[in-house]
């Protein structure tokens, strides 16, 4: 069984422009979680879709911003990137809630802001 | 506020020795709540969850966390420390239903031959 597949693992962009990771998750996986880690913050809570619907949302500015196909795959996208972006994204997939199931995390994409 | 405290940002132990890592909680309602490990480059991996059931729980790779609600406490531990067994460990706990994960900082183990 296909384990959760992040694209691309590794990218370099320069401030002010936008990137857009992709995220898939395990077969029959219908939620899908973003979260931001850093070293100064640690892992914080992006959004979660869930079914083409963003079930929740964490506290980051509007220039981050995601979606959720019929097949369940999501996309992440930043605007107006910042120096401060700069950080390892992960996609968590699950079937359901997370209180009922378990979360698959991906290896990530590691994105750099010069 | 709802968070996750993990006191040592970073542990050392030699190989064979007792490996505990602190994870402490704060929540109006009973948490469900869970250690991952994190080895460098890759993403998170579930070591073990509590989910009301048991309160000692145990997890992949001989670990195993015991649940204490009056210290509001969720430690981890390992009888005898593997070199394997470094990396980045963290405590994370859900609240409710449909709710994200809620992250400790994380506890770096270095384990010394």
């Known amino acids: 069984k296909a384990g959760v597949t992040q694209t691309p693992r590794y990218l370099i962009k320069t401030r002010g422009q936008q990137v857009t990771l992709s995220c898939s998750p395990i077969?029959?996986?219908?939620?899908v979680s973003w979260y931001q880690q850093t070293p100064g913050q640690g892992l914080q809570f992006l959004f979660e879709?869930?079914?083409?619907?963003?079930?929740n949302k964490g506290n980051f500015p509007g220039r981050f911003s995601g979606r959720q196909f019929s097949n369940s795959r999501s996309e992440m996208n930043v605007s107006t990137l910042e120096l401060g972006d700069s950080a390892l994204y992960l996609c968590?997939?699950?079937?359901?809630?997370?209180?009922?199931?378990?979360?698959?995390f991906g290896q990530g994409t590691r994105l750099t802001v010069v | 506020a709802q968070s996750v405290t993990q006191l040592g940002s970073h542990v050392s132990v030699s190989e064979g020795a007792l490996v505990l890592l602190r994870c402490n909680y704060s929540?109006?309602?009973?948490?469900?709540l869970f250690w991952y490990v994190q080895y460098p480059n890759q993403g998170l991996q579930l070591l073990l969850k509590?989910?009301?059931?048991?309160?000692l729980v145990k997890g992949i790779n001989g670990f195993e966390a015991e649940f204490k609600k009056s210290e509001t406490s969720f430690h981890l531990t390992k009888p005898s420390a593997h070199m394997s067994d470094a990396a980045e460990y963290f405590c994370?706990?859900?609240?409710?239903?449909?709710?994200?994960?809620?992250f400790g900082k994380g506890t770096t183990l270095s384990v010394s031959s």
């Open positions: 968590a997939s699950s079937l359901e809630q997370l209180m009922n199931t378990e979360a698959f």
């Open positions: 077969s029959g996986h219908r939620s």
């Open positions: 879709y869930f079914s083409e619907t963003q079930r």
């Open positions: 929540s109006s309602v009973p948490p469900y």
């Open positions: 509590y989910t009301s059931a048991a309160t």
């Open positions: 994370a706990m859900v609240i409710a239903a449909g709710t994200a994960l809620i």
